[in-house]
């Protein structure tokens, strides 16, 4: 479908308000929006919202042949799907736009060229069989800044998804399912995160994160990917513009401090989710809807008729086994008509 | 079954108050046989004397005749301007209908500027047409909307609150912040305040205002002027 047309005066009025250092979210030029992390039920099952901009990741695992040229190594492959539910632009069917590959090659670069994922520990039988880790990020709602969003959401989920256990006796490879024995973290080294910058009036202003607006107004971006540890793993500048090289350094200084942030918020909630699934509290998306909002359903407590319900609960297991000690005889007589 | 101020389903049959039989069905109902049936989900609402009609979260716009909207340019044919109005199709503008406009002396609109327009042909099959002149010829607060401010897009059911008389929004924010406004029914709203920090703070205050009730309109209005005037 065609893009929403952007007026003038829209256009005019977002440079004007940078101008004056404030935003039309109300946030300052250095904040991100509000991040929210939540973890589905399945293991590696995330979903990551960055102010309306909301992605879910899904890992999934499957044994497949290693690629010849590296015999002993496990294959991370890394996939990005924009659905028409996300943003009335992005189309429908298998192929790309531009936009999508762009995000697609920039994560890809961010999670396989770091190194963050151990491939080695992938590796079942050398030239034989390895696991190929799959991430699939869904973009449910695009509102801007998709990288940050997807990269954070994909390391999460990487972080809690469990392969299942494998052992190897000669030839023989046995797969054990996940009640034979405990599954196994991936082992990741480290954690990159994308910070995205956005410049306007050539390169003289920057925005963090930038909103869908704020998008389509700013002359170009620069994208950060940089792990707690303070190394840059991609980087990236896309638009025509050109900026000073003390801008850049400036640009690397705010990543820091934005990806300890983001490391932080990722950290905790694997923390709280493993502790809601160690002591059996309630965990996953269910979980996480409030009740409290207007958008969601709450349905009252009813009052309900407890008088006398022990003995229809007696009469119903009574009436249960009777039937089921007919099913016995009727078997038993079945199995005497065909000996006859 | 649906009653009046109830929340009813696709399908439900709606009651019919103290009438004479004669209703006005508005959107989300059909008549089916002997009953009327809602089409789209939502709160049942009824107007003296016999009017009907289902009121939803609502984004697409359908255009309705005589309605104001707000719309962007997006292409200059001959002599029609296309105008997007966020309905399926994109509607016509004539040059001819601004005000004082002639054949020899043509408006000045070009493509991504926003027109503040009513719309004049809304039909099922056929392409919208809006207008920037009333009856009379005279512009009536239509027309090219040029000098800043900054436009924000709200359900179409937010409109209708803000607009309706009940409510408190637009007097409650005027009395300490004065602005401009110009109000589409298609969701666009265009507002204009004394200083950019102003008019950041109004779009948000409309915006955040969907789920709220009068008082906690009034509160939050308060709240935005506290704390822009530096409380």
């Not at chain 1, 429908?92 to 995000?103: Q, Y």
């Not at chain 1, 990288?147 to 392969?163: E, K, W």
């Not at chain 1, 080294?189 to 202003?205: D, E, I, R």
């Amino acid at each position: 479908m065609r893009d929403i047309p952007f007026s003038n005066c829209e256009r005019d009025f977002i440079i004007q308000a940078i101008e004056q250092r404030s935003r039309l979210d109300g946030r300052g030029v250095y904040d991100y929006r509000k991040m929210q992390l939540t973890f589905g039920e399945d293991r590696g099952c995330c979903q990551m919202e960055l102010g309306n901009s909301i992605v879910m990741t899904q890992v999934s695992c499957e044994v497949t042949p290693p690629k010849q040229t590296r015999p002993s190594e496990g294959i991370l492959f890394v996939n990005v799907e924009l659905s028409p539910m996300a943003s009335p632009t992005f189309e429908p069917g298998g192929r790309m736009s531009d936009f999508g590959v762009e995000l697609n090659r920039l994560l890809e670069r961010c999670l396989k060229e770091s190194r963050c994922v151990d491939t080695e520990s992938l590796c079942i039988m050398a030239g034989l069989k390895v696991w190929t880790i799959r991430v699939d990020c869904h973009v449910l709602n695009y509102d801007g800044n998709l990288v940050d969003c997807c990269s954070a959401s994909a390391i999460a989920a990487l972080a809690h998804f469990r392969r299942p256990d494998v052992s190897v006796s000669g030839e023989e490879v046995t797969i054990h399912t996940l009640d034979e024995r405990d599954p196994i973290p991936l082992s990741i080294h480290h954690m990159p995160l994308c910070v995205t910058f956005a410049f306007f009036s050539q390169g003289k202003y920057l925005l963090v994160d930038p909103s869908l607006k704020e998008e389509k107004v700013m002359d170009g971006k620069m994208v950060i990917g940089m792990n707690k540890h303070r190394e840059i793993c991609t980087l990236q500048m896309s638009g025509n513009m050109l900026i000073m090289k003390d801008q850049v350094l400036r640009c690397s200084n705010i990543a820091v401090v934005k990806v300890t942030e983001i490391t932080e918020l990722i950290q905790k909630s694997l923390q709280a989710d493993s502790l809601a699934r160690s002591k059996g509290q309630p965990f996953g998306f269910p979980a996480a809807i409030e009740t409290r909002k207007v958008t969601a359903n709450e349905k009252k407590s009813e009052v309900i008729d407890v008088v006398g319900i022990e003995e229809k609960a007696e009469q119903i297991v009574q009436c249960a086994e009777e039937s089921d000690e007919e099913r016995r005889r009727r078997r038993k007589k079945r199995r005497r008509r065909r000996l006859e | 079954m649906c009653e009046v101020g109830g929340i009813g389903l696709p399908g439900d049959k709606i009651v019919d108050k103290e009438t004479d039989g004669r209703i006005v069905l508005g959107p989300g109902l059909r008549k089916e046989t002997e009953h009327v049936l809602m089409t789209k989900p939502g709160k049942l609402c009824f107007k003296d004397p016999n009017i009907y009609w289902v009121d939803s979260h609502h984004k697409r716009y359908i255009p309705v005749r005589g309605e104001n909207v707000l719309g962007v340019v997006t292409n200059k044919s001959g002599d029609t301007f296309k105008v997007d109005i966020g309905g399926s199709e994109q509607a016509s503008l004539s040059y001819l209908a601004f005000e004082g406009a002639t054949k020899r002396n043509r408006p000045d609109v070009k493509i991504g500027d926003q027109v503040f327009c009513k719309l004049l042909v809304a039909s099922k099959h056929t392409e919208p047409e809006v207008v920037c002149i009333d009856s009379s010829g005279k512009s009536n607060g239509l027309g090219v909307i040029r000098d800043g401010g900054m436009t924000i897009t709200t359900p179409c059911n937010h409109i209708r609150k803000i607009l309706s008389p009940d409510c408190v929004l637009l007097k409650t924010l005027g009395n300490s912040l004065p602005y401009e406004i110009a109000i589409g029914m298609n969701g666009k709203i265009w507002i204009k305040g004394r200083t950019t920090k102003e008019t950041i703070a109004l779009t948000n205050a409309i915006a955040c205002a969907e789920y709220m009730n009068n008082e906690q309109i009034s509160l939050m209005c308060r709240k935005l002027v506290n704390s822009l005037s530096g409380f």
